[in-house]
């Protein structure tokens, strides 16, 4: 299974919350609350190259393959 690691990227920055992770990235604040609610939803390609650039992370600091 793959999950997302939203949650974890807004918690240790420093602005911390879910307006600001929508602010830097620039998706929408439903999409970002989705992602940060439930890891278990996959972001599309598109998502995923905004919060790298934004963030200055890898594809692996977005999403990770969890054994199940």
């Not at 602005?15 to 604040?29: E, I, N, P, S």
């Not at 692996?60 to 969890?66: L, S």
Request: proline share 3%.
């Amino acid at each position: 299974m793959i999950k997302n690691k939203v949650k974890e990227i807004i918690d240790n920055q420093h602005d911390g919350v879910v307006y600001q992770f929508h602010r830097r990235t620039g998706l929408a604040k439903a999409t970002c609350y989705r992602l940060y609610d439930n890891p278990e939803i996959m972001p599309k390609k598109e998502v995923v190259q905004k919060i790298c650039a934004a963030y200055n992370l890898s594809l692996n600091d977005v999403i990770e393959e969890v054994a199940v």
